[in-house]
C-alpha cells in the first residue's frame, strides 16, 4: 500500500506565500513523478505542476514564475513553494504519486489535498 498526505494549506493574503508538501510513504520501489493539481468550487480538477524522478519540472503558464517545484528523493517527499498569490489561486491542492511499488507495479495514488484560500 502506498499513502500520499499534502500538507502546508492554508489562509493567506494575495501576494503572500506557502510551502505545500507531498509525502509518499509506504511500499515504495522509486517515486517516478509527482504532480499538483487544484480544483477551485465549481471548477475542473486542473494540472498545476509535475516533477520526474531526475528533477524535470512542467508548470502551468498561469503558475509559471510563481510556483517552483522541489523534491527530497531520500523521504519521497515533493514541496511547492507558491509565491505572489493570488485570490484565484484559491483551491483544494492535490497531490499525485506515480511509483514503482516494490513488486515493480505502476501505481498513481491521490492524497486528500490541502485548502489553499487567498483572501484580503
Known amino acids: 500500500q502506498v499513502q500520499v498526505v499534502e500538507s502546508g494549506g492554508g489562509l493567506v493574503q494575495p501576494g503572500g506565500s506557502l510551502r505545500l508538501s507531498c509525502a509518499a510513504s509506504g511500499s515504495i520501489f522509486v517515486l517516478i513523478a509527482v504532480s499538483w493539481y487544484r480544483q477551485a468550487p465549481g471548477k475542473q480538477r486542473e494540472l498545476v505542476a509535475s516533477?520526474?524522478?531526475?528533477?524535470?519540472?512542467n508548470y502551468a503558464d498561469s503558475v509559471k514564475g510563481r510556483f517552483t517545484l522541489s523534491r527530497d528523493n531520500a523521504k519521497n517527499t515533493v514541496y511547492l513553494q507558491v509565491n505572489s498569490l493570488k485570490p484565484e489561486d484559491t483551491a483544494v491542492y492535490y497531490c499525485?504519486?506515480?511509483?514503482?511499488?516494490?513488486?515493480?507495479?505502476?501505481?498513481?495514488?491521490w492524497g486528500q489535498g490541502t485548502q489553499v484560500t487567498v483572501s484580503s
Open positions: 499525485n504519486a506515480r511509483i514503482l511499488d516494490a513488486y515493480h507495479r505502476d501505481k498513481n495514488t
Open positions: 516533477i520526474t524522478s531526475d528533477g524535470i519540472t
